[in-house]
């Protein structure tokens, strides 16, 4: 039987059954565990806070882009201009 690697309970559910970073909950500590592996069967510990701060870097980095391509584009019509 699988274990919570966060409080160390006992899991119910088929390990047979699940697939790779499909995500569990713990019925006694309510933590969201990812299916790391079926083979041998291994469960990590999502922490919400850090999936949070992953996603507001990706929107960081994304408008950033959008900054560059933007000045680009500016460039490129003010050479437009000059003709």
Known sequence: ?????SCDADLDFDEFEVDE???ISCG???ASLRV???SPLELEVLDD???DD???EDEEEEEEDDDEDEDEE???D???LDE
């Open 1 to 5: 039987m699988a274990t919570c690697p």
């Open 21 to 23: 970073d499909e995500i």
């Open 28 to 30: 006694e500590c309510n």
């Open 36 to 38: 790391a592996s079926t």
């Open 49 to 51: 806070d850090e999936d």
């Open 54 to 56: 992953d996603d507001e």
């Open 74 to 76: 500016d460039a490129d």
């Open 78 to 80: 003010e050479e437009g």
